[in-house]
Structure formats: C-alpha cells, structure tokens
C-alpha cells in the first residue's frame, strides 16, 4: 500500500518537484478567463508538460475521459462568490472513495486559516486525509491564512503561512500548497516546518511574469518543491510558454532569467 502511494506521489512530484496548475476556479466563479475552452486549456498544459492538473470532480471525469492522462487530482472543497459572509467557507464535496472511482491520482482539499468556518474546513480535511488512507490515495492540502479571525503571532516573520503548512502536514496532507512569504529567508522557515513538500500559490496577476518566475527561483532555492499556479497559467494567451517556463526553474534549476526565454 505505502508503495502504491509513493508511486503515485513520484508520478505527481517527479523528483521531489511539482509543476501543477489548479483550475477549479470555474465553481467558484464564473466566467473566468482562460477556462471558457478547457479543453483547450488542459490541453495546452499536459502538452507543456504539468506534472499534475487539479480539478472539481465533473471536469475531471471528462478530462480524464477526454485525454486518458492519468495526473488529474481531485479537489473535494467549494463555495462560490454568492455565500455572502460564507463565500469564503469551503464545504466537502466529494469522497476518497468517490476519487478512486472517478480515477484520480490524489485529492486536494481547502482551509482558511481566521475564517469564522475553519472550524468545519479543519474537519472536512480531516475527513478526507481518514478516508484517503483506505484507498491510498496522497492528499494536497491547501491552506491559507486570510481569515478575519487570523491571529498574527509575534516574531513570526511568516505571517502564519509556516503554520498553514504545518496545519496540512498534521492533518495528515502529503503535499501543502501555501502564499508565498514575501522572501527567499521567511519561506525557509516555511518549508523546515514540515517534512512534506511544500508548493506555492500563484501570485498577482497584475505584475509582468517574470516577476513571478523571480519569485519561484526563490522559493526554489528555499526548499519549495515547486508550485500550485492557477490563474498565472490558464489565463495567459502563452500557457505553454509560462509552463515551460516554470518546469525549467522547478525541475531543471534554471533561474528565472533563464526561463523567461521560454515567453519570448
């Protein structure tokens, strides 16, 4: 069982490093740019070479279908622009079991840290991490901390994202999807806090992507295993150039100087 697990992970994480790209963006929200055509999208990503695409459970069963690629993970939290004060609250949707059946490589499930629900979405993850032993399934956890209830504590120069990580980690997630800190020496700390590998969330889609790909290098170079970027990719008019790009700095070591060739 635990090979099967680790199978899947090193399928997922080749070496220990991960290029994925969420697109369950399309429940919470929508229209949402770049995923109007997903099929197109998924497609420009797989042939880029993603390591992994993370899905609401529909989708996946018709992409999985569609391409007969194998790396989809399946995201089991959700909510929509319209809960009013629960927007922000991410209710279970889905199964291990249900993952298993539908044919997922992993599931991924979503908490935010200060929300006046972390209470439930601690619980949910709970429940997804019990049930996905059964069917040896790894789990992504993303965790963020962005509640009104957030308590910063003092001299922690993460800003609560070493202990987002560490939620993950302790409740039984093989893999934390966390922000970035702000620099190379505070996500340190970030990633000695949990033996599990830690990726990072994109970040604003306002900034030119090379601004992105420095910030990646860093992470990188501070023991990230790689990145969780969502809109930074599927919105772009150049997916396959910004994947490209990415796979270069997690997978080969290049810096973002050197990748951002690939946007050109």
Not at 109 to 115: A, P, S, T, V, W
Not at 167 to 194: M, N, Q, R, Y
Not at 236 to 249: D, E, T, W
Request: net charge negative.
């Amino acid at each position: 069982m635990a090979g099967d697990l680790n199978n899947l992970l090193s399928s997922l994480l080749p070496g220990g490093r991960g290029v994925w790209v969420p697109m369950d963006h399309g429940l919470t929200a929508y229209p949402a740019e770049g995923l109007n055509d997903i099929d197109l999208a998924v497609d420009d990503c797989i042939s880029a070479g993603v390591d992994a695409i993370v899905l609401q459970k529909g989708v996946l069963s018709h992409q999985l279908f569609r391409t007969q690629w194998r790396n989809f993970v399946m995201h089991v939290s959700a909510s929509t622009i319209h809960g009013g004060e629960n927007a922000d609250r991410k209710v279970l949707v889905g199964t291990a079991e249900e993952a298993h059946k539908r044919g997922a490589s992993a599931l991924s499930c979503q908490i935010n840290l200060g929300d006046r629900n972390e209470y439930d979405m601690i619980e949910s993850a709970g429940a997804i991490t019990t049930s996905a032993l059964e069917y040896t399934l790894p789990v992504l956890g993303m965790v963020y901390p962005r509640g009104p209830n957030l308590v910063l504590s003092e001299g922690d120069p993460t800003n609560n994202v070493a202990h987002a990580a560490r939620v993950a980690w302790e409740l039984g997630c093989h893999v934390a999807k966390v922000p970035w800190t702000g620099d190379g020496e505070s996500f340190a700390e970030v990633c000695s806090a949990v033996p599990i590998p830690v990726l990072i969330a994109g970040g604003p889609v306002d900034k030119p992507f090379i601004h992105t790909l420095k910030i990646v290098e860093s992470a990188v170079s501070s023991g990230a295993s790689g990145v969780c970027m969502g809109r930074q990719v599927f919105s772009s008019s150049n997916r396959v150039g910004r994947i490209k790009a990415l796979r270069a700095i997690v997978h080969e070591g290049a810096t973002a100087d050197q990748a951002s060739t690939f946007l050109e």
